[in-house]
């Protein structure tokens, strides 16, 4: 069994800033790589940023230069830094992540149950 839990959603105004965190824990042997994606209503859900376990990431045109995402691969955990937050930010946003059970297993992927931010104008 593998969980993704979410945590550091919220309300926030315009302009401001919020710091979500995605902790992965059950089966897992290591993660190959951690995302977070979105979903506004009436959308579809669409990749906001991705790290792999070397550090390399993959950002959105929409959030780069505002949104930063990290890893601590030690506690199995991903964050996304979000600044200068607007409107159209507002979503579901999703953790995910692609996992080995073992040396040498096939990639499994999974996600999060979501949490909810909110950006006022």
């Known amino acids: 069994q593998v969980q993704l839990v979410e945590s550091g959603g919220g309300l926030v105004q315009a302009g401001g800033s919020l710091r979500l965190s995605c902790v992965a824990s059950?089966?897992?042997?290591?993660?190959?790589?951690m995302g977070w994606y979105r979903q506004a209503p009436g959308k579809q859900r669409e990749l906001v940023a991705d790290?792999?376990?070397?550090?390399?990431?993959n950002y959105a045109d929409s959030v780069k230069g505002r949104f930063t995402i990290s890893r601590d691969n030690a506690k199995k955990t991903v964050y996304l830094q979000m600044n200068s937050l607007k409107p159209e930010d507002t979503a579901v946003y999703y953790c995910?992540?692609?996992?080995?059970?073992?040396?040498?297993?096939?990639?499994?992927?999974?996600w999060g149950q979501g949490t909810q931010v909110t950006v006022s104008s």
């Open positions: 995910h992540a692609e996992y080995r059970t073992r040396v040498g297993s096939k990639l499994y992927d999974y």
């Open positions: 790290i792999t376990d070397g550090g390399s990431t």
């Open positions: 059950g089966n897992i042997f290591s993660i190959n790589l």
